[in-house]
C-alpha cells in the first residue's frame, strides 16, 4: 500500500472543474492552492482521454497523481503525458470487425470516422478531436439501429467480454470498468484519511457515493441530481454556483471542517 496523503479528491471535468461552456477552471484557483498546501492529492475523472486529460492534469499542478480516463475504463498513471500502455482498445476494435456486417454498419465508432468528421459531429475543434481519437481503453460511437438490434450487437460483443455503457449520445464499448471502480481501487491503494469527490451528472452519482464526502456542483443546464444514498448522513455537499466557481466554494468549506494531521 502507498501511504496516503491526509486528503483525496475524486473530481469530474466538464460542469464540474470546468465550466460548462468556457471550459474555464480559474475560479477554482484559491482551493486548488490550499490542496497543494496541506499536500492533498488530486484525481481527474472524466470520459476523456489521456491525451486530453495530460495536458489539463499539468497546467493545473497535479501531475502527480493518476487520472481516470475514457470514464473509469483506464488509468493514466501519474507524470507522464504517453497513452497508458496494455490498454485494450485495439482488441475493442478487432471485436467490431467480427461482428456481422448488418450490425456492425449500424455503429459509428470514433475510430470509424476521421478527425474532422468526428469534430463536426461532436462540436469538438479538430485538435481536440484528434486527442479524442488517441485511445487506449474504449470504443464510443453512434447507433444508428432500433433497440432490437442494439441488443444484438451488445450480445455478439458481450461473447468476447466486451460491455456497452449507454451515455447521452453515444454508446460506449470497453472490457469494463468505470469512475466508481477506479476511485474504490484508488482509495484502497493510497488509503487517505480523508476522501472527497466531486461531480454533476448522472455518471458521477456511483464515484459520489464511493468516498466519505461528496459535493455535487450545480449544473443549471440539467436537472438538480437525485438524492444520494449518502445524504441522509450529511456526507453530501450541494453548491450554490456551477462549476468551478461552485467547486472552489465546496472545497474550502470542506478543509475548514476536516481535521488533519498536526492540525
Ligand atoms: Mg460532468
Not at 496516503?4 to 477552471?25: A, E, K, N, V
Request: charged letters at 20%; a neutral charge; glycine letters at 10%.
Amino acid at each position: 500500500m502507498t501511504k496516503g496523503p491526509d486528503l483525496l479528491i475524486f473530481s469530474d471535468l466538464d460542469g464540474t472543474l470546468l465550466d460548462h461552456d468556457t471550459y474555464q477552471w480559474t475560479a477554482a484557483l484559491p482551493a486548488l492552492r490550499a490542496l497543494r498546501r496541506i499536500k492533498a492529492g488530486l484525481v481527474l475523472a472524466s470520459s476523456k482521454t489521456a491525451p486530453e486529460i495530460a495536458g489539463l492534469r499539468a497546467q493545473i499542478g497535479f501531475d502527480d497523481w493518476p487520472a481516470i480516463v475514457e470514464n473509469g475504463a483506464g488509468l493514466l498513471p501519474a507524470g507522464t503525458q504517453a497513452i497508458p500502455e496494455g490498454g485494450r482498445y485495439h482488441a475493442v476494435r478487432a471485436a467490431l470487425d467480427r461482428v456481422p456486417p448488418p450490425l456492425r454498419t449500424q455503429f459509428c465508432g470514433f475510430g470509424d470516422l476521421d478527425c474532422a468528421t468526428l469534430a463536426q459531429r461532436t462540436g469538438l475543434p479538430v485538435a481536440q478531436a484528434a486527442l479524442a481519437q488517441q485511445r487506449a481503453f474504449s470504443e464510443p460511437g453512434s447507433w444508428s439501429g432500433s433497440e432490437q438490434d442494439l441488443h444484438r450487437f451488445l450480445d455478439h460483443l458481450a461473447a468476447e467480454g466486451i460491455i456497452g455503457q449507454r451515455g447521452g449520445r453515444f454508446v460506449t464499448l470497453s472490457f469494463g470498468g468505470n469512475k466508481a471502480d477506479q476511485v474504490r481501487s484508488l482509495t484502497r491503494q493510497y488509503h487517505p484519511r480523508h476522501s472527497i469527490a466531486l461531480g454533476d451528472a448522472p455518471n458521477d452519482i456511483k464515484m459520489l457515493e464511493a468516498v466519505d464526502y461528496a459535493v455535487v456542483v450545480a449544473n443549471p443546464h440539467s436537472p438538480p441530481l437525485a438524492r444520494l444514498k449518502t445524504e441522509q448522513a450529511g456526507r453530501v455537499y450541494r453548491t450554490t454556483a456551477p462549476g468551478p466557481q461552485g467547486w472552489n466554494d465546496a472545497i474550502l468549506t470542506l478543509l475548514s471542517t476536516l481535521t488533519f494531521k498536526g492540525t
